[in-house]
Nanobody, 124 residues
Framework: VQLQASGGGLVQAGGSLRLSCAAS????????MGWFRQAPGKEREFAAG????????YYADSVKGRFTISRDNAKNTVYLQMNSLKPEDTAVYYC??????????????????WGQGTLVTVSS
């Protein structure tokens, strides 16, 4: 499985970005998908996750109400719409895929495949 994340960039506080993660390889709809982020000097943390069908999502408290995760199984792509961005959202964002689970999982160890990361920088 290969994951390719894109859509990062520089944005002012209060702005929006949409990240995309395209998957190839095994059947996309058999994966739980997640977005994680890692700020400089910090550990990688869970941001949002979505189950195989897209019917169930879960968010970290820090992004709840501002970020929306979605997926298009026909296009083998998962998205992260990020609104009302804050400087503390600055991080490298990674998409990840887990095939052992049906529902959303939040630990990095639960995920089997990782994308290369895309940098999001929010200026104040």
């Amino acid at each position: 499985v290969q994951l390719q994340a894109s859509g990062g960039g520089l944005v002012q506080a209060g702005g929006s970005l949409r990240l995309s993660c395209a998957a190839s390889g095994r059947t996309f709809s058999s994966y739980v998908m997640g977005w994680f982020r890692q700020a400089p000097g910090k550990e990688r943390e869970f941001a949002a996750g979505i189950n195989r069908s897209g019917a169930s999502t879960y968010y970290a408290d820090s992004v709840k109400g501002r970020f929306t995760i979605s997926r298009d199984n026909a296009k083998n792509t998962v998205y992260l719409q990020m609104n009302s961005l804050k400087p503390e959202d600055t991080a490298v964002y990674y998409c990840a895929a887990a095939f052992k689970f049906v529902g959303v999982v939040r630990r990095t160890s639960d995920y089997d495949y990782w994308g290369q990361g895309t940098l999001v920088t929010v200026s104040s």
